[in-house]
């Protein structure tokens, strides 16, 4: 035999499987690293519309006070124009989606987010500041029913929930923001703090701006005939809204009950706030992991439990301890319930993408109700017991362990069923 004899024959092919699972991993590495892309403009997209036009909003309220741009009690109604442009974003976001595209609307939203920063960044009259604080919450509405319902078809099911996890990382990222980067902007004054968030907002605009994923042509939401949803899914509405009750008092009143309440002073309350902003940039990458891992249903179920106790924790006991526990735990379920929100969704409404984004588009439309009512309400309360703290935080536990409590019936009726 000769040595050419011993050599593969020069013209020969590699075997067809090996081809074949070569292309096949190869395809899907292109896959994994396009969800990561689409993850990452979700994720850009939250933190301007969400992070950056909500939350910094509150660090810059005794600046603008201070410079006289606007009166105290006009800068607590200039707030609420943010959550009631919120409301009215989750209203629209389907048929702006319907109208222009989803992805249009998404670019759309964040150039409008970037430009209510540097508008808002002279005092020309209060209708002027109101109606672009308003915009800015509209952003924020449009961009959370639209954004994860735009990437979730384009991921498996086995990454829906981390990848939605990333999304929402946007939402603790603008809290975390709040707290170091408008302080460091301040120092350079307050007009120079509403340029520097508009520069922020318009190169994380520019860095997603392809990173979206292509849309395919679907029927015009006009021309689809809503199906009716099952009672669970309509349970987990309700229960979303209730959730965005047992978060107010976190949310709104954890810095003053530190600083005031507790008589420790602003800056104690403001490292709560920090710990509160650790723990929503993490918790939607925790809650996405274990929805992955353990099935969205059952991870909502102890989600609710773990929210209930950290959300009632201050009325047992004010230790620190106790306090870092308690803002660390909500403020990861501050974002972090959406992932499991929106994987339950795509669980009870499994083979319809426009079902799915009405169903939530109905429950970002809940959690804002639920969430306005609960703002305003808890303040009147607070007002009417002379400044208890306490009585909020109960009743904000209250409202998850309602929304525990629904869930359990309805597991009970269906199995007994």
């Known amino acids: 035999m000769t040595n050419a004899d011993l050599k593969p024959h020069a013209g020969a092919r590699p075997h067809p499987k090996a081809a074949s699972a070569s292309r096949e991993t190869s395809s899907k590495q292109h896959s994994s690293q396009r969800t990561w892309q689409y993850a990452v403009a979700g994720l850009s997209a939250s933190l301007v519309g969400l992070g950056l036009a909500r939350f910094s909003y509150t660090p810059l309220i005794p600046a603008l006070i201070a410079a006289k741009w606007f009166s105290a009690s006009d800068v607590v109604y200039l707030g609420a124009a943010n959550l009631a442009g919120y409301l009215a974003g989750a209203l629209a976001a389907r048929s702006a989606a319907s109208r222009i595209g989803a992805v249009r609307a ?31 919450g509209l952003t924020g509405g449009i961009i959370m029913v639209l954004a994860a319902s735009v990437i979730l078809p384009h991921t498996s099911a086995a990454r829906r929930g981390i990848v939605g996890g990333v999304i929402f990382a946007g939402v ?58 099952s009672a669970i899914a309509r349970a987990l509405l309700i229960q979303y809204g209730l959730n965005a009750v ?8 954890i810095v003053d009950f530190v600083a005031r309440g507790l008589g420790q002073g602003i800056a104690a309350g403001s490292r709560y706030w920090v710990l509160y902003g650790l723990g929503a940039i993490v918790g939607p990458l925790i809650t996405g992991h274990l929805g992955d891992r353990a099935g969205f249903g059952p991870t909502l179920r102890a989600a609710f439990l773990i929210e209930a106790a950290a959300v009632l924790l201050p009325t047992v006991s004010t230790a620190p301890l106790s306090l870092i526990v308690s803002s660390l735990v909500v403020g990861g379920f501050t974002p972090g319930i959406v992932p499991l929100v929106l994987g339950r969704i795509h669980e009870l409404v499994p083979h319809s993408a426009e079902q799915q984004r009405a169903t939530w588009s109905h429950a970002t439309t809940s959690f804002a109700l639920f969430q306005a009512a609960a703002a305003y309400g ?10 208890d703290y306490l009585v909020l935080f109960g009743l904000g536990g209250g409202a998850v362990v309602l929304a525990l409590a629904i869930d359990l019936a309805l597991a009970l009726a269906t199995r007994k069923a």
């Open 106 to 136: 998404l670019r759309a939203m964040m150039l409008l987010a970037t430009l209510s920063f540097f508008a808002s960044s002279s005092p020309v009259s209060f209708t002027w500041f109101f109606a672009w604080r308003f915009l800015s």
């Open 172 to 229: 603790g990222l603008g809290v975390a923001a709040s707290g170091t980067l408008v302080p460091l902007l301040l120092q350079q004054g307050l007009q120079q703090s509403w340029h520097g968030l508009g520069v922020l907002s318009a190169l994380l605009t520019l860095a997603s701006w392809w990173n979206w994923p292509a849309e395919a042509n679907s029927t015009p939401l006009s021309q689809t005939r809503p199906r009716q949803i």
């Open 246 to 253: 047992a978060l107010v008092p976190h949310m709104v009143f």
């Open 378 to 387: 808890f303040s009147w309360i607070y007002a009417q017991t002379g400044g």
